[in-house]
T-cell receptor, first 111, second 119 residues
């Protein structure tokens, strides 16, 4: 069973506009959520994270929102840049060292 | 920052042979390392948790006799794919947990991955 889901496999956004990537989870024991960016044939690189005790965390152009009642989180990128084009994974952890990854969303930012 | 080196970055092997992938934490000690597998256009699936000085913990459905994990030191974990078959062809990624790392990113650092192709 897929405990972390990203229902949109791809997203295309114009440069300068907002990119919104969504992630849903089913396990209410998850208490920490992370977003990673990944290029082909490379390992993921950390972007931003949020603890379950918060509902928002911001770091520069990246903001993550968490809605615990809906078991939903989203990553906002404003303004989007062509260099943001990559696959984005959300990941969750709940009391252990293990990270459970979502299925990924391919973001393409066009000029 | 923390760096994890994974080697080789790609390997092609014949069916039936074994392949070893190394994962090293370069500037920190990692008591725990993780091995993931990614199929094309799919998620990173956790295969096993590698613990220094003890046996690895495998996820459900992962054959421990096929994917041998050794974590002999605080900076090195190895994954050996034994008797490889074409269906084992995949992208394998390791990560290490830096116990001293900042809480904000949970201290995980990923290697650059290994593309395994079994012919």
């Amino acid at each position: 069973d897929q405990q972390v889901k990203q229902n949109s496999p791809s997203l295309s956004v114009q440069e300068g506009r907002i990119s919104i990537l969504n992630c849903d989870y089913t396990n209410s024991m998850f208490d920490y959520f992370l977003w990673y960016k990944k290029y082909p044939a490379e390992g993921p690189t950390f972007l931003i994270s949020i603890s379950s005790i918060k509902d928002k965390n911001e770091d520069g152009r990246f903001t993550v929102f968490l809605n615990k009642s809906a078991k939903h989180l989203s990553l906002h990128i404003v303004p989007s840049q062509p260099g943001d084009s990559a696959v984005y994974f959300c990941a969750a952890s709940g009391g252990t060292d293990k990270l459970i990854f979502g299925t990924g969303t391919r973001l393409q930012v066009f000029p | 920052g923390a760096v994890v080196s994974q080697h080789p970055s790609w390997v092609i092997c014949k069916s039936g042979t074994s392949v070893k992938i190394e994962c090293r934490s370069l500037d920190f000690q990692a008591t725990t390392m993780f091995w993931y597998r990614q199929f094309p256009k799919q998620s990173l699936m956790l295969m096993a948790t590698s613990n220094e000085g003890s046996k690895a913990t495998y996820e459900q459905g992962v054959e421990k006799d096929k994917f041998l994990i050794n974590h002999a030191s605080l900076t090195l974990s190895t994954l050996t794919v034994t008797s490889a078959h074409p269906e084992d062809s995949s992208f394998y990624i390791c990560s290490a947990r830096d116990g001293e790392g900042p809480r904000k990113d949970y201290g995980y650092t990923f290697g650059s991955g290994t593309r395994l192709t079994v012919v």
